[in-house]
C-alpha cells in the first residue's frame, strides 16, 4: 500500500475561494486586462479602502473636538466625540472586509493596522502642547543632562533611583546623538510620538514571528491586531523599556527564523494531517549558519544590555524556555547572552545590580507581593475603577481565547511552541521581585505576542479541508472575530486613557515646576507627594527628593494624622526644603490609591496651617512651602 505524503502548506494554496483571486480559485485563465481593471473597482475593493477613507475623514473632523484641556473622572473617555468612535468602529469594520483577501492583497491589512495604530495612540501627539506622562518627561531631563554634560557618570549617588539611568545610558545616547543629528531643540519636540514610531517598527517584526509559525495571512494579521489592542501597558512612550521591548522581539525573530537545529523533522510533519494554519516547518541551520546569526545579533543583545534593567533578564528566561524544544535547543546563544548580561551587569551597571542582590532576599518567593500592581491599595475614583475593571476583563478575555486556541488547535500549538514557551517564559519572575510594582505589567507584556496568536488562532478558524467541525468554526468566527475585536477595542480606550488626568498637565503648571525648583539652592531636599507628575525630576542630578506617599497606605494614613510632624522628622537637620504640590500630584495620588479621597486636600490644609511650614507660592497651578526648622519658627 502507498503511503499518502502530506502536502506542504504554503502561500495562498491553503485560502478558500473567498480569499483568493478569482483565477488562481477556480482554475479558470487569467483575466483580460479590461476585466481586471474593472476588478480593482468592485465591490470587494470599494469595501477596502472605503471604510480607510470615511474613518480618516471622522478622525480629522474629532480629533480638534477632543476637550483634553478640561479632563474629568473618566480622563479622555468622556472627552471623546462620537465621530472618534465611529472612525474607530469602521477602521474595524475595514479590516474585517480586508481580511477576506489577506493572502492576495495583504496591503490593505497592513494599511488597516497602521490607521488603528494612528487613530488610537496618535490624539496625544496631535493635541497636547505640553510631555504626555510624567515619565516620558523624567526621561527627557535625562536626555538633556546627557546633553549638557556629554558624559555618563556610573558611580554617581542620585536620589530617587536616577543613578540607574547612568549605568544603562544606551536607550538615552541614542536620543542625544537624534536631537544633535536633526537640530532640534530637544527630545520633547518629538516625545509624543514614540508610541506612534514605536508601533509602526514593531508591526514588521510581529510578521515574522507569526509567518514562521503560520502561512494563513488572516490569523497573522489578526493576531498583530490584537496585539495592538492588547497593548495597553503604556510601555511604548519614549523609554528604555520600549525600545528595548523592539529590540527582544527582533531577537527572537531572529532565533524562530534561523536557530533552527538540524536533526528533527519537526513536530508536524510526524504526526499526520498538518493544521492548514501552520506554516511549513522552518528548514533545519547548520552550526556555521547559526554562529554566523550569534555575531549578527550579539551586538542587538549588547544594545539591549546596555539600555534597560529587566529586558535581558527576560530575554535570557526566553532563550532559556526554547531550549526545552529540541529543535530550539541554542545554549550557545542563551550563554552568549548570559554572559554578555553579567558583563554589564558588573561593569556599567554594578552598584544598582549589587544593590538588586541585596534584596532579593526578602522578596525572592514572595508571590504575592511581588505580583501586586503599583505602590499602593486598590485605584480610587471612577476612571481609576474602569481602568482597573478593564484591564482586568482584557486579561481574562485574552487568556480565554487563547487557551482555547492551544486546547482546540493541537497540531498549531505543536508548531508554534516557541510563542507558548515565550508566553510562559516571564512567569517565574514573580517569583524573584516586584519590580517597583510593576512586575505584574512587564509579565503581561512579554508574553503578549504569543498570547496574541493564540488569540487570534481561536477566532480565525483553519482554511481549506472539510467536515462538519470546520464548518461550524467558520460559521461561529463570523460572529465571534468582529465581536471580539470590538470587545478588545473597547477595553483598549478605558485602560489607555482611562487615568489621563495623571497623564496631561499643561504647561502653565509644568511652568510653576520648574520655578519652584529654580527657587531651591543646589543640594536642597525637595518633597513631593509622588514622582508622577511633569517636572518632578527637573534638573534631578542638583536636588535630593523625597515622594513621600510611595509607600504602604497604613503608613500614609499614619502621615495624614499629622503631616507637617511627620515630614518634619524625614527632613535633615539644617537641611533647606521645599514641599511641591500640583493638580497632576492630587489625581495621582487619589487615583493611585496612596491617599483616601479628601486626603490630598487635608494634607494642604495642615502643611499650610503649620508653623513648620511657609508658603512660598501659590496659585492654581500649585503650592510651595519652605520648610521652617521649629527653632526658627519659634523665634
Not at 474602569?386 to 478575555?397: K, W
Request: hydrophobic share 50%; with cysteine; glycine share 10%.
Amino acid at each position: 500500500m502507498q503511503q499518502r505524503v502530506p502536502t506542504p502548506v504554503t502561500g495562498s494554496s491553503v485560502l478558500p475561494p473567498a480569499e483568493r483571486d478569482d483565477d488562481t480559485a477556480t482554475g479558470a485563465p487569467p483575466t483580460p486586462p479590461a476585466r481586471r481593471r474593472l476588478h480593482l473597482f468592485g465591490p470587494q475593493t470599494l469595501f477596502s479602502w472605503l471604510p480607510l477613507v470615511v474613518a480618516a475623514g471622522l478622525w480629522l473632523h474629532a480629533v480638534p473636538r477632543i476637550g483634553f484641556r478640561d479632563i474629568g473622572d473618566y480622563g479622555l473617555l468622556d472627552r471623546f466625540p462620537i465621530t472618534f468612535h465611529l472612525a474607530l468602529a469602521l477602521l474595524t469594520a475595514g479590516f474585517l472586509v480586508a481580511l477576506r483577501r489577506a493572502g492576495t492583497a495583504p496591503w490593505w491589512p497592513v494599511t488597516y493596522c497602521v490607521a488603528m495604530l494612528v487613530a488610537l495612540k496618535a490624539p496625544p501627539a496631535v493635541l497636547y502642547d505640553s510631555v504626555r506622562y510624567a515619565w516620558a518627561s523624567k526621561h527627557d531631563e535625562v536626555i538633556t543632562r546627557l546633553l549638557t554634560e556629554g558624559a555618563v557618570h556610573p558611580g554617581a549617588e542620585l536620589s530617587g533611583g536616577m543613578s540607574a539611568y547612568d549605568q544603562w545610558p544606551g536607550f538615552f545616547s541614542l536620543n542625544a546623538a537624534l536631537v544633535k543629528a536633526f537640530g532640534v531643540e530637544g527630545a520633547a519636540s518629538y516625545i509624543n510620538w514614540a508610541p506612534i514610531v514605536l508601533g509602526v517598527l514593531t508591526l514588521p517584526v510581529l510578521v515574522l514571528i507569526y509567518r514562521t509559525f503560520s502561512d494563513d495571512w488572516r490569523l497573522v494579521w489578526t493576531a498583530v491586531w490584537i496585539f495592538q489592542l492588547a497593548n495597553w501597558v503604556g510601555q511604548d512612550y519614549l523609554s528604555p523599556q520600549g525600545f528595548s521591548y523592539l529590540l527582544y522581539l527582533t531577537v527572537i525573530a531572529v532565533v524562530v527564523r534561523h536557530f533552527v537545529r538540524p536533526g528533527s523533522a519537526g513536530p508536524l510533519r510526524n504526526r499526520g494531517r498538518l493544521d492548514s494554519a501552520a506554516a511549513a516547518v522552518p528548514p533545519p541551520t547548520g552550526t556555521r549558519q547559526r554562529a554566523v546569526a550569534v555575531v549578527i545579533i550579539a551586538p542587538l543583545i549588547g544594545a539591549i544590555n546596555a539600555s534597560h534593567q529587566l529586558t535581558p533578564v527576560m530575554l535570557c528566561a526566553t532563550l532559556f524556555a526554547l531550549c526545552l524544544t529540541r529543535r530550539y535547543r541554542n545554549w550557545g546563544l542563551l550563554v552568549v547572552a548570559g554572559l554578555i548580561m553579567l558583563v554589564w551587569d558588573l561593569t556599567m551597571g554594578r552598584v544598582l545590580f549589587l544593590e538588586t542582590l541585596g534584596t532579593l532576599r526578602d522578596s525572592a518567593g514572595d508571590l504575592l507581593s511581588n505580583s501586586r500592581a503599583g505602590y499602593a491599595g486598590e485605584p480610587t475614583g471612577p476612571g481609576p475603577e474602569l481602568v482597573g475593571t478593564a484591564n482586568i476583563l482584557m486579561v481574562v478575555a485574552l487568556a480565554v481565547l487563547a487557551g482555547s486556541a492551544v486546547l482546540l488547535r493541537r497540531r498549531l500549538t505543536r508548531s508554534a511552541l516557541p510563542l507558548l514557551l515565550a508566553v510562559a517564559a516571564p512567569v517565574p519572575m514573580f517569583a524573584v521581585n516586584d519590580y517597583g510594582g510593576e512586575m505584574l505589567f512587564r509579565v503581561y507584556l512579554f508574553g503578549l505576542p504569543g498570547t496574541a496568536f493564540f488569540a487570534a488562532a481561536a477566532l480565525v478558524p483553519a482554511v481549506g479541508g472539510a467536515g462538519r467541525g470546520l464548518k461550524a468554526a467558520r460559521r461561529v468566527s463570523v460572529v465571534a472575530l468582529p465581536v471580539a475585536l470590538t470587545a478588545l477595542l473597547a477595553g483598549f480606550l478605558p485602560s489607555y486613557y482611562g487615568k489621563e488626568g495623571m497623564h496631561y498637565a499643561p504647561p502653565a503648571e509644568l511652568a510653576f515646576t520648574q520655578r519652584a525648583y529654580d527657587r531651591a539652592p543646589d543640594g536642597a531636599l525637595v518633597l513631593a507627594t509622588t514622582g508622577s507628575f511633569p517636572g518632578a525630576y527637573y534638573r534631578y542630578d542638583h536636588y535630593e527628593r523625597w515622594f513621600f506617599t510611595e509607600q504602604g497606605v497604613p503608613e500614609n494614613l499614619r502621615m495624614l494624622e499629622d503631616p507637617a510632624g511627620y515630614l518634619a522628622r524625614g527632613i535633615p537637620e539644617g537641611r533647606i526644603a521645599y514641599v511641591i504640590l500640583t493638580p497632576t500630584q492630587e489625581k495621582a495620588v487619589t487615583g493611585e490609591g496612596y491617599l483616601p479621597p479628601g486626603g490630598f486636600d487635608t494634607l494642604t490644609a495642615r502643611l499650610k496651617a503649620s508653623p513648620l511650614f511657609r508658603v512660598v507660592e501659590e496659585s492654581e497651578h500649585g503650592l510651595v512651602l519652605e520648610y521652617v526648622p521649629a527653632s526658627a519658627s519659634a523665634r
